[in-house]
């Protein structure tokens, strides 16, 4: 048994004593069921814990990953957790969070073949074709990059809103707000970008279904 191995599950027992330590029916009560008020969906990046950059305890956030904290209308996966999220646990709120330095975002402003990762960037490569002439008027590199970061994440905050998921709800009249983050590694802080969608008229009108 590796080391690392060894560290991990030691440290889950020491969690678990911690928890209990602080409260005999902590994991009694996680046991019951869960209904949480946010679906958080984030980057796959380590540095990125949904739970501790808001200090949410286990129970309190619903959470999706993937590189670069996409919203790909035909991926089965962020759709059945959104699902889930928005009929079953009925969310209040969701969250897209991108973050400052993102690999998958750097790696679709260039043409290097990184793999399969490859066909999962091209869908940022779409939102860098859509906001070219934008992105490509910023000379300092780095600061260009950061706006494709937080670009990134309007759109996938606007893609989430063009689910039929998403648009059922608001239809039913159910409560949901959608909003964009961006947190910098290099600080802890996140940065809300201020699109805030609570109804299908904050979208285009092609986008709005009559469901």
Request: aromatic share 8%; charged share 20%.
């Amino acid at each position: 048994m590796s080391d690392f191995y060894k560290k991990i599950l030691d440290n889950n027992k020491k969690w678990v004593e911690s928890s209990l330590e602080k409260d005999p029916n902590y994991f009694a009560e996680l046991a019951k069921g869960q209904t949480p008020p946010l679906l958080w969906i984030g980057c796959s990046d380590s540095r990125v814990p949904a739970n501790e950059i808001i200090g949410a305890k286990p129970g309190e956030v619903f959470v999706h990953r993937n590189i670069a904290n996409m919203v790909v209308h035909s991926d089965m996966n962020m759709l059945s957790v959104l699902d889930y999220a928005v009929n079953v646990l009925k969310v209040k709120h969701m969250i897209v969070c991108g973050h400052y330095g993102c690999g998958g975002v750097k790696a679709a402003m260039g043409n290097q073949s990184i793999g399969i990762i490859d066909n999962w960037i091209r869908h940022i490569k779409d939102v860098y074709r859509l906001h070219r002439a934008k992105l490509e008027a910023i000379p300092n590199e780095n600061d260009r990059f950061n706006k494709f970061v937080e670009i990134n994440v309007k759109e996938q905050v606007l893609d989430l809103a063009k689910t039929s998921i998403v648009q059922g709800a608001w239809r039913s009249g159910q409560e949901l707000t959608l909003h964009g983050w961006v947190y910098g590694l290099n600080s802890g802080f996140v940065t809300d970008l201020e699109v805030n969608l609570s109804s299908n008229q904050d979208l285009d009108e092609i986008y709005q279904l009559a469901l």
